[in-house]
């Protein structure tokens, strides 16, 4: 009878712990949907992974170990997801030599559309244009982007989720950003000419 | 010429983990003096911190479905 007792106990627990789990989790849809947003092409597709992901989640909830980083175990649970769908694998562009340093963009910006202040020269490249040149950054860097830029994650969280070293990520990151801007400037010139 | 055309090794070092607030007491510390004393680096500062915020507005407007948010308050495991 105390045993009965004291395993009803034990169920009504868990039972308490995976709801709180759930709600935690589900708390964390919008942020977790921002990334995957950016991570893959499409909506579509974004709204698949973010499924599954949490499909995912809630069949391992046990796996999550209470009072660590929900948001990088989540987030690790879709870029593996991500990967496992076979992405396609991209070569990164060659760079250019640094002749230029970072500022090519700006230069760029300030030749096509005349000088301005350097907070607002920014405002001259369309949103669209933007959501487009991160989509062309090749995907391990972009991965990069995406989890410090828009999800906010902590070098540290970054390469725990992506699961590699920290110098890597910040490598990816300084690459990355820079492609994105050589990206950036591509479409300032274009955008000039048209 | 307003241009950025000269380079600052220094600037290279430290404006990318200083933005993303990754650098210790020390070197953020090192990283504003810096800041402070190169007209070319804090220009610099400024811009990528524009583009940064706008990089990241551009690309988090879009909103999650509310019929999505509903699937998966769905996928949840059904109480008995």
């Known amino acids: 009878m105390a045993e009965a007792e004291t395993d009803a106990r034990r169920l009504a627990t868990e039972a308490r712990d995976r709801v709180r789990f759930e709600e935690e989790v589900l708390d964390l849809a919008d942020q977790v949907y921002r990334v995957a947003r950016r991570l893959v092409s499409s909506r579509e597709e974004a709204e698949d992974l973010v499924q599954e992901t949490y499909a995912r989640a809630f069949r391992s909830w046990r796996s999550y170990t209470p009072g660590t980083n929900l948001r990088a175990w989540l987030m690790r649970i879709l870029t593996n997801l991500n990967i496992d769908r076979g992405r396609r694998e991209q070569r990164a562009p060659d760079m250019q030599p640094m002749v230029e340093g970072d500022y090519f963009l700006y230069n760029r910006l300030e030749e096509t559309s005349g000088p301005a202040d350097e907070e607002r020269i920014v405002e001259r490249l369309s949103q669209d244009s933007i959501v487009d040149a991160l989509a062309s950054v090749p995907h391990d860097f972009r991965d990069v982007i995406v989890l410090v830029d828009i999800g906010d994650f902590s070098y540290q969280e970054a390469a725990q989720i992506l699961d590699v070293p920290i110098g890597t990520v910040m490598s990816r990151l300084h690459r990355g950003r820079r492609i994105l801007k050589g990206e950036l400037a591509g479409t300032a010139a274009a955008e000039e000419e048209s | ?80």
């Open chain 2, 1 to 80: 010429m307003t241009h950025f055309d000269s380079i600052c090794e220094k600037c290279e070092e430290l404006i990318q983990p200083y933005l993303d607030r990754e650098l210790s007491e020390s070197e953020r510390l090192e990283a504003e003096a810096h800041l402070e004393g190169c007209g070319y680096c804090s220009k610099r500062y400024r811009f990528e911190v524009s583009l940064r915020r706008y990089v990241r507005h551009a690309c988090c407007s879009e909103e999650m479905s509310p019929e999505l948010k509903a699937k998966l308050a769905s996928l949840r495991t059904p109480l008995d």
